[in-house]
């Protein structure tokens, strides 16, 4: 398990430490206290992927395509 800080890492990150949490608590070859620490883990790996998931489609929801589906640009987003 990583110390950095879930809200620092990328999509990729999150994701490639989520699968490790994931792999450690299918095993159960860890302690009781291990195995709530890795859960309380993934847990915020998984809000942070479902966070940058979302970000990623805004994103790609706000491009604009002419008639031909050129992209053309990108829509303002709202409240920013």
Do not use: W
């Not at 479902?50 to 987003?77: C, F, R, W, Y």
């Amino acid at each position: 398990m990583s110390d950095t800080d879930v809200n620092e890492m990328s999509f990729e990150q999150a994701m490639a430490e989520l699968e490790q949490v994931l792999g450690q608590l299918e095993r159960g070859d860890v302690a009781l206290d291990e195995s709530i620490a890795l859960y309380e883990r993934g847990a915020l790996l998984k809000k942070r992927c479902e966070t940058k998931l979302n970000e990623a489609e805004e994103k790609v929801a706000a491009i604009t395509t002419d008639s031909d589906g050129n992209p053309t640009g990108l829509k303002p987003v709202e409240g920013l």
